[in-house]
C-alpha cells in the first residue's frame, strides 16, 4: 500500500500538536490546530507551486515545502516556554513567550497568503478554510496582546518580509518555503529582539551569555548580505579582493560587534572571555578536549580527500563516514553539558561564528582559504546541499545547539526543568546526534523493509528509538540534574514521534528533530 509521505509527516506534526493541546488545553493551543488546519491545505499549493515551476524563487529540489512542519514549530515552542514560565511566575518571558507564539503564527499566515495570492485558478475552499483561521488567530492576538506586543509582532513581520527577498534572491536552492520560514523567520525575531534590547539598554534583563548568539547572528548577516551584493560588481577571487574582505570583517568585529556586545555585558568582550574561559580548571580541560576533537575532525576531512585523490573510486563521502561528524559532535557535547553548560554556551556561539566566516570564504573564494575549502568540502556534499552555499555541517552545529540556546534558564531556578524537561538540553544530542545518526547508519547498511513512500527503513527507525532510549539512560547515569520522576513512558513516546518524523519528512532533519523534540519534552 502506497502512502504519500507528505501525509504521514503531516499526521505526525498532527500529533505533536494535540499533545500540546492536550497538555497546555487554552486559546492559544485551540488556534495552533486552526493553524494546522489551514497549513495542511495551503502546503498542497506551495507543492504544486514547486512542481509546476510557479513559485517566484528558486527553492530546494528534491523535497516538499515542509509549510506543515515549519508554521508549527514558532507557535508550539512559544507555548511550552510559557507553559514553564508561568509555573515559576515568570511574568516578563511568560510574555515574551505569548510574542513568540503569535509571531509563529502570523509569519506562516503570511506565506500561505503567498501561495494562494499567486495560485491559479485561485483555490476558493483553502482561502475560505485561511481565512476562517486567520480571523481565530487575530481575534486571539487582540484578546491577548498588548499594544507594544502587537508592535513588536509586526516589526518582525516587516523584517521578515525584507529579509526573505534577500536570502531568497542571494541563495536560490538552499531552501524550501518551510525551511525559509523557519530560518529567516527565526533570524528575523532574533534581529528584532536585539534592535529592541539596543534601544532600551536601561531594561536589558538576563544572563550575558545570551547576548552572544544575537550579536554573531547580526553580525554574520551583515557580512554575508554586505559582500554578496558587493561582490556582484567586482571579482572576489583576486588578492586586492580578499585583503578588502578581511579587513571589513575585521571592522565589523572589532569596530561594531564588539563595541555593542560591551553595551549589553558592561564588560569589553575580550576581557570578559578570558575571566570566563579562565575561571576553573575544569574548562580550560574541557577547551583542550574540544580542541582535540577539532583536530580528528580535520584529520577525518584531509584523509577522506587523500584517498579521492589517491585513486580512490569513490567521489563522494558515504552516509557512514558522513556519520562520524555526528559522533563527534555527541562526544563534544556530552561533557559540555554534564560539567559546564554554559561554556558550551559560549563556545557553540564561537563555532557557529567560525562556520559561517569560513563558509563566506569558501563561498567567495577569498584567498588564501577559499579555493582549498572547496576542495576539501565538496565530498561532502549530499542531495540538500544544491545551491550554492554548504550548510550541511551549519545545521548540524545548529540542531545539536538549539536546545541549549533555547533552554528558559530565568523559568529554571535550580539550573534544570522537573521531569521530562531534565533531557531538554539533550534534544539535539538525542534528536541528530544519536537517533539520526543510528538511523542512517543501520538503515543503510542493514535496513531492508522500508517505510510507505520514503526511502527509509523499518530497522532504522527502530534501532534510533533503541540507541535514544540507551543514551537516556547513560544520562541518568552522569548527569545527576536530571530526575525524570515518572515520565518514561512521555519520553519514549516524545522520542518514538520524533523518529516517526526522522522517517517521513524531506526537510533539513538536522534543524526540525531537536525543535519538535525540545518541545515535547518541555510539556
Request: a neutral charge.
Amino acid at each position: 500500500m502506497l502512502i504519500n509521505p507528505v501525509l504521514a509527516e503531516s499526521s505526525v506534526v498532527l500529533a505533536v500538536v494535540l499533545c500540546v493541546h492536550m497538555a497546555i488545553w487554552n486559546q492559544h493551543t485551540w488556534c495552533c490546530i486552526a493553524l494546522f488546519i489551514q497549513a495542511f491545505y495551503v502546503q498542497h499549493k506551495w507543492d504544486r507551486l514547486l512542481r509546476g515551476g510557479g513559485a517566484v524563487f528558486q527553492f530546494r529540489p528534491g523535497a516538499n515545502s515542509g509549510i506543515v512542519p515549519a508554521s508549527m514549530v514558532m507557535p508550539l515552542l512559544g507555548l511550552a516556554l510559557k507553559e514553564k514560565c508561568s509555573a515559576v511566575g515568570n511574568v516578563y518571558f511568560e510574555r515574551f513567550s505569548i510574542v513568540v507564539t503569535i509571531t509563529g503564527m502570523m509569519l506562516a499566515l503570511f506565506l500561505s497568503l503567498i501561495a494562494l495570492g499567486i495560485t491559479r485558478p485561485v483555490p476558493t475552499n483553502t482561502c475560505v478554510i485561511a481565512g476562517v483561521a486567520s480571523s481565530a488567530i487575530l481575534y486571539t492576538a487582540k484578546q491577548t496582546l498588548t499594544v507594544s506586543e502587537v508592535i513588536e509582532v509586526l516589526e518582525v513581520l516587516l523584517i521578515f518580509v525584507y529579509l526573505s527577498l534577500i536570502v531568497l534572491y542571494l541563495l536560490p536552492r538552499c531552501l524550501t518555503p518551510g525551511e525559509a520560514l523557519l530560518v529567516v523567520g527565526g533570524i528575523s525575531f532574533i534581529v528584532n529582539q536585539l534592535i529592541k534590547r539596543s534601544l532600551n539598554l536601561a531594561e536589558v534583563k538576563g544572563d550575558p551569555l545570551n547576548y552572544f548568539l544575537p550579536v554573531v547572528v547580526v553580525g554574520s548577516l551583515l557580512l554575508g548580505v554586505f559582500f554578496a551584493l558587493l561582490f556582484c560588481f567586482m571579482e572576489s577571487e583576486t588578492w586586492v579582493s580578499s585583503l578588502f574582505f578581511h579587513m571589513m570583517t575585521a571592522v565589523l568585529g572589532l569596530g561594531i560587534l564588539m563595541p555593542w556586545l560591551s553595551l549589553f555585558i558592561g564588560r569589553h568582550p575580550i576581557m570578559w572571555l578570558l575571566d570566563f574561559v579562565t575561571l576553573n580548571d575544569q574548562r580550560l580541560c574541557l577547551l583542550g578536549y574540544w580542541g582535540f576533537l577539532a583536530a580528528v575532525a580535520t584529520c577525518v576531512v584531509l584523509h577522506q580527500n587523500y584517498q579521492r585523490q589517491s585513486g580512490s573510486k569513490k567521489h563522494q563521502a558515504s552516509t557512514v563516514v558522513r556519520k562520524y561528524f555526528h559522533l563527534i559532535v555527541v562526544a563534544t557535547y556530552v561533557p559540555g553539558l554534564v560539567y559546564d553548560r554554559q561554556l558550551l554556551h559560549v563556545a557553540s556561539v564561537g563555532c557557529l561564528a567560525v562556520f559561517l566566516f569560513l563558509e563566506y570564504v569558501r563561498y567567495f573564494r577569498i584567498r588564501p582559504l577559499g579555493q582549498l575549502l572547496r576542495q576539501l568540502l565538496t565530498l561532502f556534499l549530499d542531495e540538500r546541499d544544491s545551491g550554492p552555499l554548504i550548510l550541511t555541517h551549519v545545521y548540524l552545529l545548529m540542531g545539536v545547539s538549539l536546545p541549549i540556546w533555547l533552554f528558559p534558564g530565568p523559568c529554571a531556578p535550580k539550573g534544570a526543568l522537573p521531569g521530562a524537561g531534565g533531557l531538554v538540553p539533550y534534544a539535539g544530542v538525542l534528536a541528530v546526534g544519536v537517533g539520526d545518526t543510528v538511523a542512517s547508519v543501520f538503515g543503510s547498511t542493514m535496513g531492508e523493509i522500508r517505510w510507505p513512500g520514503t526511502k527509509k527503513t523499518v530497522e532504522g527507525t527502530a534501532t534510533s528509538v533503541f540507541a535514544q532510549i540507551i543514551a537516556v539512560a547513560m544520562f541518568l547515569i552522569f548527569d545527576a540534574s536530571i530526575n525524570l520522576n515518572s515520565s518514561y513512558s512521555w519520553i519514549v513516546g516524545s522520542i518514538t514521534l520524533v523518529a516517526m518524523l526522522e522517517a517521513y519528512t524531506s526537510q533539513i532533519d538536522n534543524l526540525l528533530l531537536p525543535l519538535y523534540l525540545f518541545i515535547l519534552l518541555m510539556l
